[in-house]
């Protein structure tokens, strides 16, 4: 299960989040890999983006007028935690 919390998400933003974590999961890319992904600013750097299957906004807080939403996904070839 991937969570997702934030006070906005660009669009596909965490679909490209999930890929590259699959990515990691299947052993593609190592873990200290992210680090170097997030740092470049480069959406190249990253993986491919996850398909929509499986992601579901689960639930929306309303915190001092700004949405954080919560965004879990389950994979039918691994499961991240």
Known sequence: MIKAIGSGFLYQMVRIIVGT???VGIGKI???DIVKI???RDRAA???????QGLTM????LIERTAAFL???RSRCCYII
Request: glycine share 0%; aromatic share 8%.
């Open 30 to 32: 190592a873990p200290a």
């Open 21 to 23: 974590l699959l990515d």
């Open 46 to 52: 990253a993986s491919k983006t996850a398909p929509p």
């Open 38 to 40: 997030m740092e470049a």
């Open 58 to 61: 689960w639930k929306a807080y």
């Open 71 to 73: 965004i879990l996904t």
